[in-house]
Nanobody
Framework: QVQLVESGGGLVQAGGSLRLSCAAS????????MGWYRQAPGKQREVVAV???????TYEDSVEGRFTISRDYAKNTVSLQMNSLKPEDTAVYYC???????????????????????WGQGTQVTVSS
């Protein structure tokens, strides 16, 4: 199991900035993709920004140029710097990670990498007009 712990949400006025952070812990072998999704009331969860192990980033169109995703590969963390926030950015933001974890040791196989996908508990971001 991989646990993701988020921090940094809150209430901000339109035009303001917030920074979200997420730390992954567990028997992590590697993280391939790490990023942020959001879900507004009555809407489906959507991708905000993700970054793969090669540093390639993908942003949702409406946040391009305003949000910046970054990763610390050694610490298994991901951050999202959000600038020029708008009321429509109001949502619960979720951290997501996909990769491989190590199984418990066995005398037969040792420890093997197996795929994982995990979500954080979510952090509320509210932008007032």
């Amino acid at each position: 199991q991989v646990q993701l712990v988020e921090s940094g949400g809150g209430l901000v006025q339109a035009g303001g900035s917030l920074r979200l952070s997420c730390a992954a812990s567990g028997e992590i072998f590697r993280i391939d993709v790490m990023g942020w999704y959001r879900q507004a009331p009555g809407k489906q969860r959507e991708v905000v920004a993700v970054m793969n192990s090669g540093g390639i980033t993908t942003y949702e169109d409406s946040v391009e140029g305003r949000f910046t995703i970054s990763r610390d590969y050694a610490k298994n963390t991901v951050s999202l710097q959000m600038n020029s926030l708008k009321p429509e950015d109001t949502a619960v933001y979720y951290c997501n990670a996909e990769g491989e974890v190590l199984t418990p040791y066995s005398d037969y196989d040792g420890r093997l990498p197996v795929p994982f996908g995990s979500w954080g508990q979510g952090t509320q971001v509210t932008v007032s007009s």
